[in-house]
């Protein structure tokens, strides 16, 4: 009997861990799909908010997986387990390559926002300049009453009253200018300006995104495995990129053994030279030597 109570604990936890599992792999799922409808593809507002949901719910379907592998592990003789987590490792492949593409998306959607932001910032302001530049005009260069009212119609401006069409143009025209000064200076206050704090504030937040995408992308890899494989999935990769950097390594220390030895090659045929050339020196001191002996 109580050999038997832990055996009854052990099956407790297992069912709790696997409910558990279940439980967080629905939550992952229901903010993914919350943030993917409705689709809109070219948007990068909307590549922003499913990478950002994916990076930040992707801890409760790595901890689904474990915690899965946690209850088949309690349980080996549970075969619906332990068929859900070769399940689970296959699909840790699709995870894996997700989150790697959430890198370079989300850091493209990124510039793509910020870019757009200060577009729209920067058309707006121009949109204003150009506006009450093209009113500015129409009332300087306004040869009479009638033409004035006819253009700022034209040009959606400001309204001349009865009184206004009694006073002389100089000082209708003068009056005009001062209002839509004033005017104008409003609006360039209430339009939205760029805001550094704002942008750097969207480069952090990327990078934590970034970041966090490759930690779930190493973590996944670590947990996912090909169907019909017993190594990891990145066991081969990571064997791969081993033998080549083994392979580059041994390139490079023969071609800087053969540099070395060209080197060596090269220094020894200099002092052959250097000696050759001190030995001629020295045969032809000699032999004038000589000459001087017997001239004598």
Same mark, same amino acid.
Not at 83 to 109: D, M, N, W
Not at 254 to 272: C, G, I, V
């Given at each position: 009997?109580?050999?038997?109570?832990?055996?009854?604990?052990?099956?407790?936890?297992?069912?709790?861990?696997?409910?558990?599992?279940?439980?967080?792999?629905?939550?992952?799922?229901?903010?993914?799909?919350?943030?993917?409808?409705?689709?809109?593809?070219?948007?990068?507002?909307?590549?922003?908010?499913?990478?950002?949901?994916?990076?930040?719910?992707?801890?409760?379907?790595?901890?689904?997986?474990?915690?899965?592998?946690?209850?088949?592990?309690?349980?080996?003789?549970?075969?619906?387990?332990?068929?859900?987590?070769?399940?689970?490792?296959?699909?840790?492949?699709?995870?894996?390559?997700?989150?790697?593409?959430?890198?370079?998306?989300?850091?493209?959607?990124?510039?793509?926002?910020?870019?757009?932001?200060?577009?729209?910032?920067?058309?707006?302001?121009?949109?204003?300049?150009?506006?009450?530049?093209?009113?500015?005009?129409?009332?300087?260069?306004?040869?009479?009453?009638?033409? +004035?009212?006819?253009?700022?119609?034209? +040009?959606?401006?400001?309204?001349?009253?009865?009184?206004?069409?009694?006073?002389?143009?100089?000082?209708?025209?003068?009056?005009?200018?001062?209002?839509?000064?004033?005017?104008?200076?409003?609006?360039?206050?209430?339009?939205?300006?760029?805001?550094?704090?704002?942008?750097?504030?969207?480069?952090?937040?990327?990078?934590?995104?970034?970041?966090?995408?490759?930690?779930?992308?190493?973590?996944?890899?670590?947990?996912?495995?090909?169907?019909?494989?017993?190594?990891?999935?990145?066991?081969?990769?990571?064997?791969?990129?081993?033998?080549?950097?083994?392979?580059?390594?041994?390139?490079?220390?023969?071609?800087?053994?053969?540099?070395?030895?060209?080197?060596?090659?090269?220094?020894?045929?200099?002092?052959?030279?250097?000696?050759?050339?001190?030995?001629?020196?020295?045969?032809?001191?000699?032999?004038?030597?000589?000459?001087?002996?017997?001239?004598?």
């Amino acid at each position: 009997m109580t050999s038997h109570a832990p055996e009854t604990s052990q099956v407790l936890l297992a069912r709790i861990l696997s409910a558990a599992s279940s439980c967080l792999l629905v939550v992952f799922l229901a903010a993914a799909l919350a943030a993917l409808l409705p689709i809109r593809f070219t948007d990068p507002t909307w590549q922003l908010g499913v990478t950002s949901s994916l990076v930040n719910n992707g801890s409760f379907a790595l901890i689904s997986l474990v915690l899965l592998h946690f209850a088949a592990d309690l349980e080996p003789a549970n075969g619906r387990w332990q068929a859900r987590c070769i399940t689970f490792r296959q699909l840790a492949i699709a995870a894996t390559l997700g989150f790697l593409l959430v890198v370079p998306l989300h850091a493209f959607s990124t510039w793509r926002a910020i870019a757009a932001s200060e577009a729209a910032t920067n058309f707006q302001q121009r949109q204003v300049t150009e506006t009450f530049g093209a009113l500015r005009e129409a009332i300087r260069t306004a040869p009479t009453l009638g033409d +004035l009212q006819a253009r700022l119609r034209r +040009l959606n401006g400001p309204t001349l009253q009865a009184a206004d069409l009694a006073k002389p143009l100089p000082q209708l025209r003068q009056q005009l200018l001062v209002a839509l000064q004033q005017a104008e200076s409003t609006v360039q206050a209430q339009l939205p300006a760029s805001d550094p704090e704002r942008t750097w504030g969207s480069i952090k937040d990327s990078a934590r995104v970034v970041v966090s995408a490759l930690a779930f992308a190493f973590a996944f890899g670590a947990a996912a495995c090909l169907p019909g494989a017993s190594h990891p999935f990145w066991e081969g990769p990571v064997r791969e990129l081993r033998k080549r950097l083994k392979a580059r390594q041994f390139i490079a220390r023969k071609q800087r053994d053969a540099r070395e030895s060209s080197e060596n090659a090269s220094r020894f045929k200099a002092r052959q030279d250097q000696r050759r050339k001190a030995w001629e020196i020295d045969r032809k001191r000699k032999a004038e030597a000589k000459r001087r002996q017997r001239g004598r």
